[in-house]
Nanobody, 116 residues
Framework: QVHVVESGGGLVQAGGSLRLSCAAS????????TRWYRQVPGKQRELVAGISSGGITNYADSVKGRATISRDNAKNTVYLEMNSLEPEDTAVYYCASFDRRAYAYWGQGTQVTVAS
């Protein structure tokens, strides 16, 4: 079992930056990849970025060049840093950790609001 908790959301002005954190606990050695998603009411959840246990990263085209996903293994935490934020980045951001069976452990989400 893995428990995932997101933090770091809030209100930010357009053009600003923020850093989201995804802290995992429990059977963390079973985690192969951690991904950040976001969702706007009425729309499908969208993949934002992912990072494997080996440090391989991938990004959605919509955030490429503006987002950096990283991990601190000592803290069992994955970070998502985003800059040049746009109102279109407003969403609830979710972190999900996937184990070897591709089972996903989801956090509760953190709201990011970008004001124009």
């Amino acid at each position: 079992q893995v428990h995932v908790v997101e933090s770091g959301g809030g209100l930010v002005q357009a053009g600003g930056s923020l850093r989201l954190s995804c802290a995992a606990s429990g059977n963390i050695f079973s985690i192969l990849v951690t991904r950040w998603y976001r969702q706007v009411p009425g729309k499908q959840r969208e993949l934002v970025a992912g990072i494997s246990s080996g440090g391989i990263t991938n990004y959605a085209d919509s955030v490429k060049g503006r987002a950096t996903i990283s991990r601190d293994n000592a803290k069992n935490t994955v970070y998502l840093e985003m800059n040049s934020l746009e109102p279109e980045d407003t969403a609830v951001y979710y972190c999900a950790s996937f184990d070897r069976r591709a089972y996903a452990y989801w956090g509760q989400g953190t709201q990011v609001t970008v004001a124009s």
